[in-house]
T-cell receptor
Framework: ETGVTQSPTHLIKTRGQQVTLRCSSQ?????VSWYQQALGQGPQFIFQ???????GRGNFPPRFSGLQFPNYSSELNVNALELDDSALYLC?????????????FGPGTRLTVT | TQLLEQSPQFLSIQEGENLTVYCNSS?????LQWYRQEPGEGPVLLVT?????EVKKLKRLTFQFGDARKDSSLHITAAQPGDTGLYLC??????FGKGTRLSVIA
């Protein structure tokens, strides 16, 4: 069974730039969720994708957007980067049919905005 | 907005000691998960509790879900250095606490 993978591992961007982060879900899972984790904090829910459509969103501005592909992999796009966007971005996959929100996380992408 | 409050925020103990961490909310959750996260890695699922009053054991870790499904606790018996990490509780849907950072000193 293949776990959740994310790329890249680390990324450094300049304020105002755009970034795309990628995630491959665990085999057998049909749902992908993205989280932002600032240093010393718990993960904050950004949004979830199911059947290639957004299936819930946290309190993040529209410059955070995403996609889910037919193979259940996903992208997180962030436009007009701000310094506060520096964080660990976590992707988690799950099966919405399982009835409980058990999230299986990837190792994360560490984004630094300068 | 559903919130999960975890306490204590930080805990440093000696190897062999017992400890309990708490996860509290004013909201009812249909299920609650506990995760452990190590530096530079994603959280790893430890357990899911679903039924009010439910108790689950995972080796030296005991998890309890409150009767009203608003709170949970994690008890570790005879802590070991390998238990060091950030312990996160998460409620369904998709709400995480800020975590308890545990350090077990040999």
């Amino acid at each position: 069974e293949t776990g959740v993978t994310q790329s890249p591992t680390h990324l450094i961007k300049t304020r105002g730039q755009q970034v795309t982060l990628r995630c491959s879900s665990q085999s057998g899972h049909n749902t992908v969720s993205w989280y932002q984790q600032a240093l010393g904090q718990g993960p904050q829910f950004i949004f979830q994708y199911y059947r290639e459509e957004e299936n819930g969103r946290g309190n993040f501005p529209p410059r955070f957007s995403g996609l889910q592909f037919p193979n259940y992999s996903s992208e997180l796009n962030v436009n007009a980067l701000e310094l506060d966007d520096s964080a660990l971005y976590l992707c988690a996959s799950s099966s919405i049919l399982a009835g409980v929100d058990e999230q299986y996380f990837g190792p994360g992408t560490r984004l630094t905005v300068t | 907005t559903q919130l999960l409050e975890q306490s204590p925020q930080f805990l440093s103990i000696q190897e062999g000691e017992n400890l309990t961490v708490y996860c509290n909310s004013s909201s009812v959750f249909s299920s609650l998960q506990w995760y452990r996260q190590e530096p530079g890695e994603g959280p790893v699922l430890l357990v899911t509790v679903v039924t009010g009053g439910e108790v689950k054991k995972l080796k030296r870790l005991t998890f309890q879900f409150g009767d009203a499904r608003k709170d949970s606790s994690l008890h570790i018996t005879a802590a070991q250095p390998g238990d060091t990490g950030l312990y996160l509780c998460a409620g369904s849907p998709l709400v995480f606490g800020k975590g308890t950072r545990l350090s077990v000193i040999a």
